[in-house]
Structures are given as C-alpha cells and as structure tokens.
C-alpha cells in the first residue's frame, strides 16, 4: 500500500479532526501530495495540497471554502502527510482521500477516510 488515509469519524458542527496519510514510496516522497474529498453525488475535488519534500520552500494552497479552517502539513520523517480540520460544517461531510497532486503520480485511490459532520 503506497498511501493510507485515517482518522476520519463523526463529528458535530464546530469541531475537529485530524486526519493522516501515511504515505510510502520515493513518488510521494518529493512529490506535492493533497487531500481530496468526494460528497455523495458529487465530484471528487482537492481540498488542500502541500509541496513534495525537496530543499525548497513549503507551499500550500487550499479549496476556498476551506480556507481559515484547514491547515495541511507534512512530516517527511515520518513520511506523513496531516490534515488538519477546525469549524467543520456538515458540507465537509465527505469520504476524504490522499494522493499525489498531479495526475501523472497518482496511485489508487483506496477507501479514504470517512468524515461526517452533523448539523
């Protein structure tokens, strides 16, 4: 298994969660890895990304809906990747998924982690 995601639950409205992807393999070791969610009937979308683990700079972007309330980081010794969710609304209610950023280093997509925010 090359990325494994966890940490998922069922949350109220306001709180948080921390979700982790634990990742293996040179690919995502310096590659950009994001977090993606998928609604039901909805697309699967890339919530946030966080910048492979060569010697320059971090980047982060972030979906604009969860700009302020997510913040994702990586510990490259530990070869994770963290997701961390504050103010849920039920509209993150997701399956949420890890994976390469760009398409061209992207594994499958396994089970993600499930996230369930009530109202």
């Known amino acids: 298994v090359q990325l494994q995601a966890s940490g998922g639950g069922l949350v109220q409205a306001g709180g948080s969660l921390i979700l982790s992807c634990a990742y293996s393999?040179?690919?995502?070791?310096?590659?950009?890895i994001g977090w993606f969610r998928q609604a039901p009937g909805e697309q699967r979308e890339l919530v946030a990304g966080?910048?492979?683990?060569?010697?320059?700079?971090?980047?982060?972007n972030y979906l604009d809906s969860v700009k302020g309330r997510f913040t994702i980081s990586r510990d490259n010794a530990k070869n994770t990747v963290y997701l961390q969710m504050n103010s849920l609304k039920p509209e993150d209610t997701a399956v949420y998924y890890c994976?390469?950023?760009?398409?061209?280093?992207?594994?499958?997509w396994g089970q993600g982690t499930l996230v369930t925010v009530s109202s």
């Open positions: 966080i910048s492979g683990g060569g010697s320059g700079g971090v980047s982060r």
């Open positions: 994976n390469a950023v760009f398409p061209s280093f992207r594994t499958g």
């Open positions: 393999g040179s690919t995502f070791s310096i590659n950009a």
